[in-house]
């Protein structure tokens, strides 16, 4: 029998069940950052899930790698995410934000005048970045970050934090996942430095420690969560044979206790066994892209091989998908023109299941 619909104690806050929604991008946010009031009613929608991890949220101007994602940097920002975490907390839900800075994949329009597009090194993505326009355009080559520069992305990630607290969210996940900055860090491809972040495993997971200690430091180690996919090619890297660096992460980070570890998977491997052997609290597992995410390819995982899942797509096109699974009501199919699109169409539009209501 599985427990997927059973409670879980997340650090301080208790989960109605340990089905999470995956965090998704969806670019609905204004040219400052700022969600929609439609956001409000997104998130609302889907509060049954036992928590939902909001789309990536850049910590600063300069961490912003895409149009139309939002900021947790300015007094605007907060007060709209505020209102997304008075509508979830009001609906019976708990929400973390998570924080992305997307590092090398970034076009330099998306960010201030005086910031540049960072990286731990060098080395340019052979993809493709969206202009502030929209338009895509081979991804530049970055700057390295000195060390000033890793000790404010550090601050910003803290300072981000606390504004996402005192917006009333319940916690934050750093995005350490899909080629990201925290993900450049770790992997060997895209951390050339010589330097203490680069070098041996340890050095390579010393910056996502950091970042981790110092949010942890300012909210709460029990409301920092951190989102990993090791061996991810996804945005140019090559992860694979890095197995060390993500047990010297796991290693480095038990004794902090933060609230989760949040990982990206393909199949069962024995770095996932080892992972969550070491991980001292709740583990997450997101199988989405290969091992598929419905009822049956997550519900016997939980217990097994990990605490919680995390499912994505299908919670765009089911509000209520947890009901639908517990009641195996028919799950509506999702509609990829509408993933990154404005509006409310694709977005608060997909109904929830009237079929049975009394
Ligand atoms: C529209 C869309 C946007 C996404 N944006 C993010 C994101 O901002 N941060 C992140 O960590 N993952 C992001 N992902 C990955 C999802 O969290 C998830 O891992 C993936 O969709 C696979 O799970 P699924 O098969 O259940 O959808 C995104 C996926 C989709 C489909």
Partial sequence: MSTLFEPWKLGRIELANRVVMAPMTRNRA???????????????QRAGAGLIVTEGTQPSAAAQGYPGTPGLHTDDQEKAWSRVADAVHAAGGRIFCQLMHTGRIC??????ADAQVVAPSAVRADVEVA????VMVPAPEPVALDQAGIAQVIEDFAAAAARAVRAGL??????????????????????????AYGGSPENRARFVVEVTAAVADRIGADRVGLRISPGGQFNDMAD???????????EALAPLRPAYLHTLRRRSSPLHTELRRRWPTTYVLNTGYLGGSELDDVAPLVGAETDLVSVGRLFISNPDLVRRWREDIPRAEWDESTFYTPGDAGYTDYPSWQGSDA
Avoid: C, M
């Fill in 131 to 134: 202009r502030a326009d929209g």
């Fill in 240 to 250: 694979k044979g890095n197995e060390d660096t993500y047990l010297a992460l796991a």
């Fill in 170 to 195: 319940d916690g934050v996940e750093l995005h350490g996942a899909n080629g990201y900055l925290l993900h450049q860090f770790l992997s060997p491809g895209t951390n050339v430095r010589t330097d």
């Fill in 30 to 44: 204004d040219v400052a950052g700022v969600l929609p009031d439609s956001a409000a009613t997104y998130y609302a």
């Fill in 107 to 112: 076009h330099e329009s998306l960010i201030p």
